[in-house]
């Protein structure tokens, strides 16, 4: 159900409402993780202070700028077809593709590290959340990463119009909300120890 | 502005306060302040996303309201179980 025409006194909400209400739930799901880390954080300071230690920041900067680079290539893409430029689109979001290929690069060698030191899923309750959290994340980085490579090829193919991409909107908000949810991972799981 | 350099001014900020984030986390020991300040910028950081680059500035306020509060209660979530653990 596309909302191009719903007002409400203020600019059309961009996307498909589906999608709206589809990225609520995946911010409730990641609210409750998020809160259960905070929570099990405060009962056990010592272990998650010494958990965090392990994982470096710098490392989760470079994952964050990636993330947010990203997001920054697909909205240009989504400004670039509502202008009719529609391969300047496509080139736009195989620039988001490749920037997430590097946080997905990044991320691999950071499990890889930590898997190698013996830090996995079942170590402490500070590393059983980590992976839940960051690998029920990184999941989601997959999924955008196949939506933005099938939107390119549509962009490709002329497949968009600059007042008919809502297609195109709602699978650039996805991605968006992936950044979102991980601007409070990055200082929660990385920063506040 | 064009909106293309809209975007890219919000990228900057985004990266300004990604880089902040992690130079203030290493400013001292953490207190419930420093956590405040950290937890502000990632604040800042999923304002910027969900107002320009969601384009919710000028949309409805429901939605709006609706997407911006999620940050505000995580934000205050976490702050509040530092704070509980001072």
Do not use: N
Not at chain 1, 8 to 34: C, K, Q, S
Not at chain 2, 21 to 47: M, R, S
């Amino acid at each position: 159900m596309s909302t191009s025409v719903e007002r409400t006194g203020t600019r059309a909400l961009p996307g498909d409402l589906a999608m709206w209400f589809f990225i609520l739930a995946e911010l409730a799901v990641f609210g409750i993780l998020i809160l259960a880390f905070a929570v099990t954080q405060w009962l056990q300071p010592e272990l998650f202070r010494a958990g965090r230690a392990v994982l470096d920041s710098s490392m989760g900067l470079a994952l964050t700028l990636s993330l947010l680079t990203s997001g920054f290539f697909a909205a240009l893409a989504v400004e670039q077809v509502r202008r009719g430029r529609a391969q300047g689109g496509a080139i736009l979001l195989l620039a988001a593709l490749l920037s997430a290929c590097g946080y997905v690069v990044l991320k691999l060698q950071e499990y890889a590290h930590l898997a190698g030191l013996g830090y996995g899923l079942e170590h402490d309750t500070f590393f059983t959340l980590y992976w839940i959290l960051t690998g029920f994340h990184f999941l989601h980085v997959l999924l955008g990463m196949v939506i933005l490579a099938w939107m390119a090829e549509r962009c490709r193919r002329r497949a968009y119009e600059p007042h008919a991409c809502s297609g195109l909107e709602s699978g650039v908000l996805y991605w968006h909300m992936v950044d979102l949810v991980w601007v409070l991972l990055f200082p929660l799981v990385y920063v506040l120890g | 502005m064009s909106a293309s350099k809209v975007l890219f001014g919000c990228w900057l900020a985004l990266v300004t306060l990604s880089v902040g984030t992690v130079l203030l986390a290493h400013a001292g020991p953490l207190t419930p302040w420093l956590a405040a300040g950290v937890l502000a910028l990632a604040l800042g950081k999923a304002w910027l996303i969900a107002d320009r680059f969601m384009e919710l500035r000028h949309g409805p306020r429901f939605w709006r309201g609706l997407l911006l509060s999620w940050p505000v209660i995580m934000t205050l979530g976490v702050l509040g179980t530092i704070a509980a653990g001072r």
